[in-house]
């Protein structure tokens, strides 16, 4: 089987193009200065964040200061009328900072392992599974998820097999 020649014949002509190609130099200054834009907005990004933190800080200070303020009256006589208020005055201060107070007390160690340390225990009877039983030192959470303190806890835990059958001889 033959082809006719005009089959094999290439008919395409050069065309002119419609834009001119970016000179090298100009890839790499146009890559420079997109690096540096992103680098800028990072930077601005930063300094927005930066900025926001210091405002919820400086807020949070004032919170406190008027808290402290309100523990100099506090006597004897008015602490229970004076302490509730106050320690709501902080904890509303800690959520408008964007923190929350974590305090474990009575609930199971399983729930709270992942965020406290245990300074000690003590057993129990009638217990079925370590409890939380005083909080030595709070936990601190951030709003973006950040555990800036541990809690520190203090355990009733189930008291040992061996115990348990002396308790009941």
Do not use: C
Request: without cysteine.
């Amino acid at each position: 089987m033959t082809r006719p020649a005009d089959a094999m014949r290439i008919d395409e002509q050069e065309r002119p193009l419609t834009a001119r190609p970016e000179l090298p130099q100009g890839v790499v200054w146009r890559l420079l200065r997109e690096k540096a834009q992103a680098g800028d907005a990072a930077a601005e990004e930063t300094r927005r964040q930066a900025e926001e933190h210091k405002s919820a800080l400086e807020h949070f200070a004032r919170d406190v200061a008027g808290v402290l303020h309100g523990l100099h009256g506090v006597t004897a006589a008015n602490a229970a009328d004076a302490l509730p208020s106050l320690t709501h005055k902080l904890a509303k201060a800690l959520q408008a900072a964007g923190a929350r107070y974590l305090d474990p007390a009575g609930t199971p160690y399983e729930e709270v392992q992942m965020w406290a340390d245990v300074e000690g225990s003590e057993p129990v009877a009638g217990l079925e599974r370590p409890m939380v039983a005083e909080t030595l030192r709070p936990g601190v959470l951030m709003a973006d998820g950040k555990l800036t303190q541990r809690a520190r806890v203090y355990l009733a835990v189930p008291q040992a097999a061996d115990d348990r059958q002396e308790e009941q001889e």
